[in-house]
Structures are given as structure tokens and as C-alpha cells.
């Protein structure tokens, strides 16, 4: 069998966003009950 594998994120289109954007994004995806549908149109 092969090695495990880590997948670790480097980097996302999240992190360019203005720090203000970034924390109301961050505090969406926490929230279980957002949808990803949700959090984009808004």
C-alpha cells in the first residue's frame, strides 16, 4: 500500500480578499447552516 498523503491548503482565493471579507467569509463558512450557494451570492 502507498504512503498516507497529507493534503495541506497552500493557499485559496479566500486569503486575497480584503481582511474585512476575509473574517465575514471565515465566520460564513463556521456556520453550519450556510450553504455554499448561500455565502457566494452574497
Do not use: C, F, W
Not at 447552516?33 to 451570492?41: D, L, Q
Request: proline letters at 2%.
Amino acid at each position: 500500500m502507498g504512503e498516507k498523503r497529507n493534503k495541506q491548503r497552500i493557499n485559496s482565493k479566500i486569503d486575497e480578499l480584503p481582511e474585512d471579507l476575509h473574517t465575514k467569509v471565515d465566520v460564513m463558512l463556521a456556520d453550519t447552516s450556510n450553504s455554499y450557494e448561500y455565502i457566494s451570492n452574497s
